[in-house]
């Protein structure tokens, strides 16, 4: 069996699993698919990161988005928008000229940043000029690790659920749709990731699927309270493993 980019056979079950995991979670709090696969994936396989993620993101972003479109503020999410267009170049042009040790430590810091952003209870006033620069940070962190969330999720921190969940992924469809115009636009885009995401979709929709009645008995706190400890203690270990 040849399997895209080289992988084992134990790591492509490895991954279904963490994007099963992922896209679970997504499913219940509106964030924490990339968060959870991308720092473990980038130590796989860098070529994963941001391609594979952000072509299995996009279905899962736009399922959370149609389940409650009628929540969001569309006046508020504009800001946002325009500014994950600024980021996206951006992230790209880092992207393009990092090496992959490199781009694993800026992984592990974007995911340590949202774990201690979400530890921390960090908080942005929102208005047009905060959601503009929390966009520009979404599209520089969804290009480089496919992690786009945590700007835009300390704008949204304190709103409910209904409207937190559909906002974010409204703006991850955006914004995903971006990073992978520009990934295809500068040939970083490869046959080998098209492959993997046909591969590994059907895990996506399954997770998101069954994400309310795996996770009936425990509550969105405990869940998002676990995935602040993972985006701590998973984005120092791939810092700390690739300082040396």
């Known amino acids: 069996m040849n399997i895209p980019f080289d992988l084992t056979l134990f790591e492509v ?10 896209s679970a979670v997504q499913g219940v709090l509106g964030f924490g698919f990339a968060v959870i ?28 988005f149609y389940r409650e479109k009628g929540e969001v503020d569309l006046s508020k999410v504009r800001p946002l928008i325009l500014g994950r267009l600024i980021g996206g170049p951006l992230g790209l042009l880092l992207l393009l000229n990092l090496s992959e040790k ?23 006033n929102r208005n047009n000029l905060n959601s503009f620069f929390a966009g520009t940070f979404s599209g520089i962190f969804g290009m480089i690790a496919a992690i786009g969330g945590p700007p835009v999720a300390l704008l949204y921190r304190n709103t409910k659920s209904q409207e937190f969940r559909p906002s974010l992924n409204s703006v991850f469809s ?8 520009l990934l295809v636009f500068s040939g970083n885009l490869f046959l ?10 059907p895990v996506v929709l399954i997770g998101i699927r069954v994400s309310s009645s795996l996770f009936s008995k425990a509550s969105d706190h405990f869940i998002s ?6 985006s701590i203690i998973s984005g120092l270990y791939v810092i700390l493993r690739n300082i040396n």
Do not use: K, M
Not at 13 to 22: D, E, S, V
């Open 102 to 124: 490199y781009l694993s430590i800026s992984v592990g810091l974007i995911v340590f940043i949202a774990g201690a952003g979400s530890f921390f209870g960090w908080e942005i």
């Open 174 to 181: 955006i914004g995903i749709l971006i990073t992978l115009s």
């Open 13 to 22: 079950i490895f991954i279904a699993l963490l994007l099963f995991i992922g």
């Open 37 to 64: 696969a991308s720092p473990i994936i980038v130590q796989i396989e860098p070529n994963l990161v941001p391609q594979l993620l952000s072509l299995l993101g996009l279905p899962l972003a736009l399922r959370v």
């Open 192 to 201: 080998d990731h098209l492959l993997l995401f046909l591969l590994f979709l």
């Open 225 to 230: 309270q676990s995935v602040t400890y993972f």
